[in-house]
Structure formats: C-alpha cells, structure tokens
C-alpha cells in the first residue's frame, strides 16, 4: 500500500494564514492525518498487479475470437465457393 506524506505543519500554518485559530488549524490538521492514514490509497502499481490476469484473459480471448471468426470463414467460403 502507498504511504502518503502529509507536512502537518505547513498544513497548519496555512490554516492560519487563511484566517484559522491555533486550535482550529490543529483540530482540522489531526482529522485530515486521521483520515489519511485510515485511507487505503491504490497506487498504479497496484492496479497493475491486480489487473494483469484480466488483461492476460482477454488477450487470449481476442485471440480465441480471431480463431473462430477465421475458422467460420473458412467454413462459408467453403460451402459456396
């Protein structure tokens, strides 16, 4: 899983200059690291890993379709040519 770096200071000075009170930006800084690290964040990497056996299932179903659209085809051709 992917680690998220949050500068909580810098968050809460920003807070401040915006026009929150000390205890304000604090408050509103700890729920935001709280619900960071209760996040589960994906990463591209990890939609990668957990995608690769459907993209690895469809390449050879394009190919099994391929086949079959060749071999019906053939088959037509066959039978009036």
């Known amino acids: 899983m992917a680690t998220v770096t949050f500068d909580t200071h810098k968050f809460v000075q920003k ?3 915006a026009g929150f009170d000390e205890k304000q930006a604090e408050g509103l800084t ?3 690291r709280s619900a960071i690290d209760e996040s589960e ?3 591209k ?3 990668q890993i ?3 056996p459907i993209s690895a299932d469809l390449n050879l179903l394009k190919w099994m379709m391929g086949a079959l ?3 019906a085809i ?3 051709a066959k039978q009036y040519f």
Do not use: S
């Open 15 to 17: 807070l401040k200059e």
């Open 30 to 32: 700890e729920a935001m």
């Open 41 to 43: 964040l994906v990463t």
């Open 45 to 47: 990497k990890d939609l």
């Open 50 to 52: 957990a995608l690769a």
């Open 69 to 71: 659209i060749a071999v």
């Open 74 to 76: 053939a088959n037509f």
